[in-house]
């Protein structure tokens, strides 16, 4: 039997893009291939409020800082809508 342990202990880094004009907006990409094909909805989620607030403590912009706190907002609801 084989185990492999991940070296990396998170699944999904967060970055933000966008200008002023259109407006910043916020994307993930999973740091392993393997786990975007068993993860559930809630898992998904909790995985990206997890990169939210990460890239939120290294954010010096008041824009970026607000964009991520909305879209933690956001994902809040909606796994709690999933969850109940």
């Known amino acids: 039997m084989n185990i492999i342990e ?10 933000t893009s966008g200008c002023k004009e259109r407006g910043k907006s916020v994307s993930y990409h999973f ?13 998904l989620m909790l995985a990206q409020i997890q990169a939210c607030e990460r890239l939120l403590r290294y954010s010096k912009e008041e824009e970026e ?7 933690i907002t956001k994902l809040r609801l909606a ?5 109940y």
């Open 79 to 83: 796994l709690d809508l999933i969850r």
């Open 6 to 15: 991940n070296e990396i202990p998170y699944l999904v880094e967060a970055k």
């Open 31 to 43: 740091l392993e291939s393997s786990h975007n094909l068993c993860l559930e909805k809630g898992e």
């Open 65 to 71: 800082r607000d964009v991520l706190k909305e879209e």
